[in-house]
């Protein structure tokens, strides 16, 4: 695993709004490495930044995670189907970044993400596509075809969706590959482990029906460390750095914005 990995905090520590104030009153940040210091500085920083964001550290996820939503059935079903609107494009996500890397050996390290996205991955023992593993877990939850033709997804998701996309789409490889990697890779498995406790303590799915989840808190520390190494090449140019900051930032915010409104939807049951 790339050594400027950074390990994942425990995200029930501190206020989750706040991150660490006593790094910021000192002036550090990722915004204080783009025109000066090494590459390695530079994703480092970017990478504190991201485990203290918001997006990863949301009262939505802390509840969900301690039962204290009014109805958690209703609550990770809720999830299930909105978030899918999102998590369904991921190897379209994935296409348009190899699409903008400019390295072959760069576009190779992703497409492994990517064959992975598709099944052909050796930590998963049913080599079933991601996405479909996703429906499964769906269907768990309590989403059946009736329930998915009567809710719509939100404008949230949709947006989240859209943008991201855009994203990963951009013409500066930074952009993309900060939301698909730091933005993303980085702090998911950290973020499931809010769920997969959910799912675990309130629901009676198997191991089977969460697979999905299990599979993702386990292999996307290496994706990361993947992208991690890619962004400090990257980071060698320092308009790169720009584009990867601008990629990571900005993509935490959509998620941010969509924790915000399932936070809504759940308290409102």
């Known amino acids: 695993m790339h050594e400027l990995l950074i390990s ?24 204080a490495f783009l025109h000066q210091g ?23 996820l802390q509840r969900l995670s301690c039962g204290e939503l009014p109805d958690m059935k209703w609550a990770i079903r809720d999830y299930c189907h909105q978030y899918y609107f999102y998590s369904a494009e991921f190897p379209s996500y994935l296409e348009a970044v190899i699409g903008g890397l400019r390295s072959a050996p760069h576009r190779e390290m992703v497409r492994r993400n990517l064959e992975e996205e598709r099944g052909m991955d050796p930590s998963n023992p049913e ?15 309590g989403v059946t075809a009736q329930y998915d033709s009567e809710t719509p997804p939100c ?24 939301a ?26 198997t191991p089977s029906d969460y697979l999905f989840l299990t599979l993702h808190q386990d292999c996307d520390d290496e994706h990361a460390a993947q992208m991690i190494q890619i962004s400090t090449e990257l980071a060698a140019d320092q308009n790169q750095r720009e584009a990867l900051r601008f990629g990571v930032m900005s993509s935490l915010n959509l998620r941010n914005a969509f924790w915000d409104v399932m936070l809504a939807r759940a308290v409102a049951t």
Not at 127 to 141: C, D, I, M
Not at 155 to 178: A, E, Y
Request: overall charge negative; proline content about 7%; aromatic content about 8%.
């Open 8 to 31: 994942h905090r425990d995200p029930d520590q501190g206020d989750p709004d706040q991150g660490d104030p006593n790094r910021r009153d000192q002036g550090q940040g990722s915004w």
């Open 38 to 60: 090494s590459p390695e500085d530079f994703i480092r920083e970017l990478c504190s930044d991201a485990l203290e964001h918001p997006a990863v550290r949301h009262p939505y």
């Open 127 to 141: 080599n079933t596509p991601h996405a479909e593993l996703f429906l499964r877990f769906r269907r768990a939850a």
């Open 155 to 178: 404008t949230t998701v949709l947006i989240w969706r859209d943008l991201f996309l855009q994203k990963c789409k951009s013409r500066q490889p930074g952009v993309g590959l900060g």
């Open 180 to 205: 698909i990697g730091i933005a993303t890779e980085m702090v998911v498995s950290t973020i499931y482990r809010h769920l997969h406790q959910a799912v675990v303590q309130y629901t009676d799915m």
